[in-house]
Nanobody
Framework: QEQLVESGGGLVQPGGSLRLSCVVS????????MTWYRQAPGKKRELVAR????????SYSDSVKGRFTISRDNAKNTLYLQINNLKPEDTAVYYC?????????????WGQGTQVTVSS
């Protein structure tokens, strides 16, 4: 069954760290460039990180550069996002997707996401 399953979120204090995971099923993970997006309450979903299929290249939005690290394990069909020095403005639901995005029946497919809340 085709799936994107994100996990690893939680409630953390400012300055803390989290490692998010995304297990990708039935989409040919190892051949896909992959991305992490996030959507904060009342805001549009934004791209925060991208990694090529072989992990040879990564890129980040300016707001997370130096704090977030995207990586992947093609043998495990899993994408990761290491988040360090968390800030309250990182509070959002985090989603993974491919680049270009996965489309099923004409609609962009998203998993359920994983909630990250940064608060003292």
């Amino acid at each position: 069954q085709e799936q994107l399953v994100e996990s690893g979120g939680g409630l953390v204090q400012p300055g803390g760290s989290l490692r998010l995971s995304c297990v990708v099923s039935e989409f040919g993970f190892s051949s896909l460039a992959m991305t992490w997006y996030r959507q904060a309450p009342g805001k549009k979903r934004e791209l925060v990180a991208r990694i090529t299929s072989t992990a040879g290249s990564t890129s980040y939005s300016d707001s997370v550069k130096g704090r977030f690290t995207i990586s992947r394990d093609n043998a495990k069909n899993t994408l990761y996002l290491q988040i360090n020095n968390l800030k309250p403005e990182d509070t959002a639901v985090y989603y993974c997707n491919a680049d270009p995005k996965i489309v099923i029946n004409g609609n962009i497919y998203w998993g359920q996401g994983t909630q990250v809340t940064v608060s003292s």
